[in-house]
């Protein structure tokens, strides 16, 4: 169990620790990586009732290529270096009222037929005024609240009571 654990923990202070400095700070020959794309879980059913703007309530064909993706993979020898997964990850899911993401540097956002789009600040480089924070997401059966905290506000202060309430209720 504490090897599972550990896979979750491996990026910490600025460094991802399955890639050791020491080992990777200077080239040493060819690797290769594996870049996927699109699981998008919910399209084999909406492509074959040929109606895209469904299908997002079965997603077994898309959990079996992914596992068998997955598989594969982890028969290689010798291992890649890491795997990337792009694209879209899902095709629709019922009662989604907010998309999250980030990369514009900077918070934020907008709503359109009920759908909130979050655009989160970055960890890092700000091209706004926003401070390098992250974006805490609560989500109950009745509504999703979030709130971006600087790291220094994350850090020193936690959560707000007002989320703290929130989760306590759920649990």
Known sequence: MAA?????????G??????????????????YFIQGAD???GLIKAWAVGNTGSGDDEWGEEIKLTEQAVQAINKLNPKPKFFVLCGDLIHGMPGVKA??????HRNAGGCYRGLEMVVSSAIGCQLGEDKHGLRVVLVTDEKIVHRYYSLDELSSQGLENEMMDMLAKEN
Request: aromatic share 22%; hydrophobic share 30%.
């Open 39 to 41: 699981p998008q879980f």
């Open 4 to 12: 599972e654990e550990d896979v979750f923990q491996r990026a910490r």
């Open 99 to 104: 998309v999250f993401s980030g990369h514009y």
């Open 14 to 31: 600025r460094t991802l620790t399955a890639f050791r400095q020491g080992d990777e700070y200077q080239w040493k020959g060819p690797f």
